[in-house]
Structures are given as structure tokens and as C-alpha cells.
């Protein structure tokens, strides 16, 4: 199984609503992502998970909660969020070979289509 | 820093016509280099990898690309377009567990 799959696949939420994206791989990767992607733009990275533990957080606002409760699953946790947040919301998964996961691709899931209103 | 840098926003070529589309690359130490294809309301697809050895690789969908250590490039090539090749295509870096895109490449393969 190569696939990483994404729940929901779109999402309309208010700013004062909680709601969270959902991220499962069945590879045995080791490092997961959540990158967040604005039309026709490269995604941006928001989160790196190495080993089930959180190993990067490019600055992103608290409104954004990450969480990885197992090797195979991946959550990204929402409150409170500004209208600018609307984007794609991709996860994906890639091996780590001698520590680094910078060696090997990713595998991206198809995204979340998030609109907050 | 890391960065890759895409200088074509987008590139038109006609279908059976070779293709280029251009990166180059700004690493420390040595370079672990990915083309990925994103097909409208999609994820990014992997195409190719530079990691060590041939500096011509060969990936999915009949694509190649070329890594040149001297003009810091990996440009993706393919002998023959297809009209099902337009996308928009990023190349990438991976430096420690982290991943460095370009800014992205539209390709227009018009029949």
C-alpha cells in the first residue's frame, strides 16, 4: 500500500469552530508532514513528525495543533481560524534513512480543501 | 540557507515536441534533489530523485533529468510531450528532514 490518505477531503468552518484533518499512511514511514498550500504556489511546511515526535515547527500560529498518535496517523487540530487560513492542507510521509528524511521522497495524500468562512 | 529556484513560471511546448523544465539548487553538502508533478486539486506526485551516482535519472512517465554539480542545476527533461504532461511541477531539496520547493513550473503542452 503506497497511498497516504486525507479526511475530509474538503471542509467549510467558521472562525469559532474546532474541527480537526486526519492523515494515515500504511508504509511504515517514520517522518510525517503537514504542509499547507496556497493556489499555484509550493506548499509550505508546517509541521515534521520524526519518530511520533513533533521535530519541527516552522513558526506556525497555535491556532494549528498537531498531533501523532501512533506511526501510522497524523492530526491537525483547528480553532479559531482567520479566513487567511483557507488553503490545501497536504500531509505526507517519507522513509528516514540514516536519521535523515531529506534522502528519500515524499508521498503526498491528496489534500484537505479547507474554507474558513 | 537551502533553496531551489524554478526561473520559468510557466513553460508551452507543442505535444511530441521535447520538453525542459529548469531548476537549480543552493545546498550545503551534498544535494538530495526530487521532481514532484501536481495535477490540479491533487497532491504532489513523486517523479524522480538525484542522490548519489548517474547524473542522468530516470523516473515515471518517461521522464529524466540531468544533475550538473557544476552549474548547480537538475533540470527535468522528456524526449516527447504529452498532452496529459500538462501540470504544474515543482523540484525540491531535502536537507536534514526537511524539504526545500521551487517555486513551481506550469507546463502547457498544447496538441
Known amino acids: 500500500d503506497t497511498e497516504v490518505t486525507q479526511t475530509p477531503k474538503h471542509l467549510v468552518m467558521g472562525m469559532t469552530n474546532k474541527k480537526s484533518l486526519k492523515c494515515e499512511q500504511h508504509?511504515?514511514?517514520?517522518?510525517m508532514y503537514w504542509y499547507k498550500q496556497k493556489a499555484k504556489k509550493p506548499p509550505e511546511l508546517m509541521f515534521v513528525?520524526?519518530?511520533?515526535?513533533?521535530?519541527i515547527n516552522e513558526s506556525v500560529p497555535s491556532r494549528f495543533s498537531p498531533e501523532c498518535p501512533n506511526s501510522s496517523l497524523l492530526n491537525l487540530h483547528l480553532h479559531a481560524l482567520q479566513p487567511e487560513d483557507s488553503a490545501l492542507y497536504l500531509c505526507?510521509?517519507?522513509?528516514?534513512?540514516?536519521?535523515?528524511?531529506?534522502?528519500?521522497?515524499?508521498?503526498f495524500g491528496p489534500g484537505t480543501r479547507l474554507t474558513v468562512l | 540557507a537551502q533553496s531551489v529556484a524554478q526561473p520559468e513560471d510557466q513553460v508551452n511546448v507543442a505535444e511530441g515536441n521535447p520538453l525542459t523544465v529548469k531548476c537549480t539548487y543552493s545546498?550545503?553538502?551534498?544535494?538530495?534533489l526530487f521532481w514532484y508533478v501536481q495535477y490540479p486539486n491533487r497532491g504532489l506526485q513523486f517523479l524522480l530523485k538525484?542522490?548519489?551516482?548517474?547524473?542522468l535519472v530516470k523516473g515515471s512517465y518517461g521522464f529524466e533529468a540531468e544533475f550538473n554539480k557544476s552549474q548547480t542545476s537538475f533540470h527535468l527533461k522528456k524526449p516527447s510531450a504529452l498532452v496529459s504532461d500538462s501540470a504544474l511541477y515543482f523540484c525540491?531539496?531535502?536537507?536534514?528532514?526537511?524539504?526545500?520547493f521551487g517555486s513551481g513550473t506550469k507546463l502547457n503542452v498544447k496538441p
Open positions: 538525484y542522490i548519489t551516482g548517474d547524473n
Open positions: 513528525y520524526s519518530y511520533e515526535k513533533l521535530s
Open positions: 505526507a510521509s517519507s522513509q528516514v534513512d540514516m536519521g535523515l528524511a531529506g534522502r528519500n521522497e515524499q508521498f
Open positions: 525540491a531539496v531535502g536537507w536534514i528532514n526537511k524539504f526545500y
Open positions: 508504509m511504515g514511514h517514520r517522518a
Open positions: 545546498v550545503s553538502g551534498n544535494p538530495y
